[in-house]
């Protein structure tokens, strides 16, 4: 009765409303050169050896940002665990790309995000209802919708 979707085009049967905002955001190891910067354009990391994950919804659209900016596709390797992700960047050798929903746990290890721009990897994130007036709903599908839209609705 209640969904989740990620960056799509809603019919005029369905409620929805916006809850997150997700970016692609570079990673790095503290030593890293590129922490000094807050921002960088996807250009900037052509040079870079950088590590996704295999299987997230990011990976079409980073490659096909990476190879609008002309980059070494040799230079990024696909692993299939966060964790292996992460050890790849602790070395201070490779740069993460991930998403910026996450940012918690990378920030808990010690890395350092770079917003990489220009162009901003954006999709947004919502909750998902068919629409009806709040009276035709069961009950506690509506109390759980009421509850979801006002716990997790997007900051400003």
Do not use: N
């Not at 970016?23 to 996807?42: D, E, G, N, Y």
């Not at 994950?53 to 040799?74: F, P, V």
């Amino acid at each position: 009765d209640i969904g989740l979707g990620l960056g799509f085009t809603a019919s005029e049967m369905l409620e929805t409303r916006l809850i997150a905002q997700e970016q692609v955001v570079a990673i790095a190891a503290p030593h890293h050169a590129l922490v000094k910067r807050s921002s960088l354009q996807w250009i900037e990391l052509r040079d870079h050896p950088l590590v996704m994950l295999a299987h997230s919804d990011h990976q079409q659209m980073i490659m096909r940002s990476m190879e609008q900016s002309d980059s070494d596709m040799a230079l990024v390797k696909s692993v299939s665990h966060v964790e292996s992700l992460y050890a790849m960047v602790e070395t201070g050798m490779f740069v993460g790309l991930v998403s910026s929903l996450y940012e918690a746990s990378y920030r808990a290890r010690g890395f350092v995000t770079i917003e990489a721009q220009s162009p901003a990897l954006t999709r947004y994130v919502s909750l998902v209802t068919r629409k009806c007036l709040p009276a035709a709903r069961r009950p506690i599908v509506q109390d759980c919708w009421e509850y979801l839209c006002m716990h997790m609705k997007k900051e400003a």
